[in-house]
């Protein structure tokens, strides 16, 4: 597609259930990242994909947080046992390779009640 | 921690007057700096760049500044507008070091007056 596409743009859910998010790349860029945005804080960092190599899962805050990225494309991020802390804004970016030239998507709005 | 700071939360400004938005950061090993432009309800949007061989990088309306021995960086915005109204993010990286991974601020919200 044209840009960075992020699916379900809201999603509310109960404290404790699990949730999928998805993020579609531009075709043809090899990184892919996931970032949140919680209220009042900046961009914080979740994991990062680059071509076939290991994913940098650096940033992911506990063992909830787990992501994939299925045939170099679309990635998908899993919360597990979401929790009131995980609402956020859950935004995806790629880029050709390396930080310069990265596209956002619009982003995933996760509520846990 | 942070590593990039953004310390004015909020700036307010009138159309046609220069924006100076400011970062800080404190790892030395960042070399390659961002400034992004995200509007409610959408992803952020690259706005300018610059390398840490420069001070200075222009785009229209839009200048960064590279102090490298203070770890500061500013964006000018002149002249002002009020499509320009969107909240800023800073971010830098460490490509020498392999690091593709840009750390952010927390952001500054920029309102331009009519």
């Known amino acids: 597609g044209a840009g960075v596409s992020q699916s379900p743009s809201n999603k509310v859910t109960e404290k404790g259930k699990d949730v999928e998010l998805r993020c579609d790349p531009i075709?043809?860029?090899?990184?892919l990242y996931w970032y949140r945005q919680s209220l009042g804080q900046g961009l914080e960092f979740l994991i990062y994909?680059?071509?076939?190599?290991?994913?940098?899962k650096s940033g992911l805050p506990s063992d909830r947080f787990s992501a994939e990225r299925t045939g170099g494309s679309v990635s998908t991020l899993t919360i597990q046992r979401t929790q009131q802390e995980d609402s956020a804004v859950y935004l995806c970016?790629?880029?050709?390779?390396?930080?310069?030239?990265?596209?956002f998507g619009s982003g995933t709005r996760l509520t846990v009640v | 921690d942070q590593q990039v700071k953004q310390n004015s939360p909020s700036l307010s400004v009138q159309e046609g007057r220069i924006s100076i938005l400011n970062c800080d950061y404190t790892?030395?090993?960042?070399?390659?700096f961002l400034w992004y432009k995200k509007y409610p309800a959408e992803g952020p949007t690259f706005l300018i760049s610059?390398?840490?061989?420069?001070d200075k990088n222009e785009d229209g309306r839009f200048t960064v500044f590279l102090n490298k021995s203070a770890k500061h960086l500013s964006l000018h915005i002149v002249p002002s507008q009020p499509g320009d109204s969107a909240v800023y993010f800073c971010?830098?990286?460490?490509?020498?070091?392999?690091?593709?991974?840009?750390?952010f601020g927390r952001g500054t919200s920029l309102i331009v007056h009519p």
């Open positions: 970016a790629s880029s050709e390779g390396g930080a310069r030239g990265y596209t």
């Open positions: 075709s043809g860029h090899t990184a």
């Open positions: 994909f680059q071509g076939n190599s290991a994913p940098d």
């Open positions: 790892n030395s090993m960042f070399d390659y």
């Open positions: 610059i390398s840490s061989i420069k």
């Open positions: 971010a830098a990286s460490a490509e020498a070091g392999g690091s593709y991974i840009p750390t």
